[in-house]
């Protein structure tokens, strides 16, 4: 029986910062997992390279399950590189503890949006926020705070900080959450000022696009999840939080459940992902859900953008988009095929047609029938 092939990795001082060293003998199957997580070769060092920390390691092993064995004894030794004591310190800043009032106000809005059943996502961006306001004026207990000292907060958020106007309105509603839901005082934040809604038009790949990234994408697994954002809509949440139940092949529908406002919908599956699904779940028996990292559970949201940026790079994309660009290409390219936009709005999982009707803008099949006045023109 053949040696199990293994990668060596080391704690690399490089001018760019510390780096992990990939080691392994030629090998161009290995080669190219390195070059697909991103690693440099080192003229220098003779070896491939990646930012050092634990997140690069996970990388490695998941990248190399079932190639070859990975070795990171080295790395559990204290690092070698050891930080510049001449070089330049930032200032540190200092850390600011909510005190009981703080975190009792933090602790009641929680239960009270874990009673509501708001989404693990919104609890946690509402607490983020509400905390930012609570520290930001530390001195006073959170029902004494005034409309005016809230106000404050939102310039500081709006002009030192420099938040996007999405942002801001989400500290908005966290805050109007509390008052209003948890202390039952609507009329002190009812006149607090919203940010202007900003009218951003979604990025959309071609057709084409789609079909070089998919094709770009080798690892059943990766393909499988792409396949299936794009073939139904899907966002990154409801992608890592199906199960193996919620396919309904021999319908070539896909269930999701308990989608963005906890709202169940039934959307696509594509005849295209029946096969290549097949083939994944007699290779891999997912148990629980449909997609399981490498230690078991649902697979990370991070890893689903890694395996896209990866494939999105490969294919030579340069778009600037992201997995939520899938989704955005699927309503686009139903309604240049004729699709209805209210079964788009049902399919996207939409509580209202006014979001739907914004891939009407950027739809190019109707601009393909205008003339521009431009070409009327006699220009020699």
């Given at each position: 029986m053949d040696a199990p092939r293994t990668v060596t990795l080391e704690a690399l001082t490089h001018r760019n910062g510390p780096r992990v060293a990939l080691k392994f003998p030629f090998d161009a199957e290995l080669m190219a997992i390195a070059k697909g997580l991103g690693a440099r070769w080192s003229r220098t060092h003779r070896v491939w390279h990646l930012p050092h920390g634990p997140r690069t390691v996970a990388q490695v092993f998941a990248a190399?399950?079932?190639?070859?064995?990975?070795?990171?004894?080295?790395?559990?030794?204290?690092?070698?590189?050891?930080?510049d004591p001449t070089a330049i310190q930032k200032p540190q800043r200092p850390i600011v503890v909510p005190g009981p009032a703080q975190q009792a106000a933090l602790e009641a809005m929680r239960q009270k949006m874990e009673m509501t059943r708001c989404s693990p996502n919104s609890i946690k961006a509402y607490l983020g926020a509400a905390r930012q306001l609570f520290l930001f004026h530390a001195a006073k207990a959170p029902e004494r705070l005034t409309a005016a000292d809230i106000e404050a907060w939102q310039h500081h958020?709006?002009?030192?900080?420099?938040?996007?106007?999405?942002?801001?309105?989400?500290?908005?509603n966290a805050v109007r959450y509390y008052y209003?839901?948890?202390?039952?005082?609507?009329?002190?934040?009812?006149?607090?000022?919203?940010?202007?809604?900003?009218?951003?038009?979604?990025?959309?790949?071609?057709?084409?696009?789609?079909?070089?990234?998919?094709?770009?994408?080798?690892?059943?697994?990766?393909?499988?999840?792409?396949?299936?954002?794009?073939?139904?809509?899907?966002?990154?949440?409801?992608?890592?939080?199906?199960?193996?139940?919620?396919?309904?092949?021999?319908?070539?529908?896909?269930?999701?459940?308990?989608?963005?406002?906890?709202?169940?919908?039934?959307?696509?599956?594509?005849?295209?992902?029946?096969?290549?699904?097949?083939?994944?779940?007699?290779?891999?028996?997912?148990?629980?859900?449909?997609?399981?990292?490498?230690?078991?559970?649902?697979?990370?949201?991070?890893s689903v953008q890694q395996v896209f940026h990866r494939a999105r790079k490969k294919a030579g994309i340069h778009t600037p988009a992201t997995v939520h660009t899938l989704r955005h290409s699927f309503a686009t390219h139903l309604l240049e095929k004729g699709t209805d936009l209210r079964y788009i709005q049902v399919l996207l999982g939409h509580a209202s047609s006014r979001t739907t009707e914004i891939y009407t803008h950027v739809s190019t099949k109707a601009l393909r029938n205008i003339r521009s006045p431009l070409d009327d023109l006699d220009l020699g």
């Amino acid at each position: 029986m053949d040696a199990p092939r293994t990668v060596t990795l080391e704690a690399l001082t490089h001018r760019n910062g510390p780096r992990v060293a990939l080691k392994f003998p030629f090998d161009a199957e290995l080669m190219a997992i390195a070059k697909g997580l991103g690693a440099r070769w080192s003229r220098t060092h003779r070896v491939w390279h990646l930012p050092h920390g634990p997140r690069t390691v996970a990388q490695v092993f998941a990248a190399y399950k079932g190639k070859a064995w990975v070795d990171y004894t080295a790395l559990k030794r204290p690092e070698e590189h050891r930080a510049d004591p001449t070089a330049i310190q930032k200032p540190q800043r200092p850390i600011v503890v909510p005190g009981p009032a703080q975190q009792a106000a933090l602790e009641a809005m929680r239960q009270k949006m874990e009673m509501t059943r708001c989404s693990p996502n919104s609890i946690k961006a509402y607490l983020g926020a509400a905390r930012q306001l609570f520290l930001f004026h530390a001195a006073k207990a959170p029902e004494r705070l005034t409309a005016a000292d809230i106000e404050a907060w939102q310039h500081h958020l709006a002009t030192e900080r420099q938040l996007s106007n999405s942002s801001l309105e989400q500290a908005v509603n966290a805050v109007r959450y509390y008052y209003a839901n948890v202390l039952g005082d609507a009329e002190r934040v009812r006149l607090i000022q919203r940010p202007r809604r900003e009218r951003k038009l979604p990025t959309v790949l071609s057709e084409a696009e789609v079909t070089a990234l998919l094709r770009s994408v080798d690892n059943l697994k990766h393909r499988c999840m792409l396949m299936l954002i794009y073939a139904g809509g899907l966002r990154i949440s409801e992608l890592i939080n199906l199960r193996v139940g919620d396919l309904a092949r021999d319908r070539g529908q896909l269930f999701v459940r308990s989608g963005k406002g906890n709202k169940d919908r039934v959307t696509l599956l594509g005849e295209k992902v029946l096969a290549p699904l097949s083939r994944y779940l007699a290779e891999y028996l997912p148990k629980d859900h449909l997609f399981e990292g490498a230690k078991g559970g649902a697979y990370t949201a991070r890893s689903v953008q890694q395996v896209f940026h990866r494939a999105r790079k490969k294919a030579g994309i340069h778009t600037p988009a992201t997995v939520h660009t899938l989704r955005h290409s699927f309503a686009t390219h139903l309604l240049e095929k004729g699709t209805d936009l209210r079964y788009i709005q049902v399919l996207l999982g939409h509580a209202s047609s006014r979001t739907t009707e914004i891939y009407t803008h950027v739809s190019t099949k109707a601009l393909r029938n205008i003339r521009s006045p431009l070409d009327d023109l006699d220009l020699g």
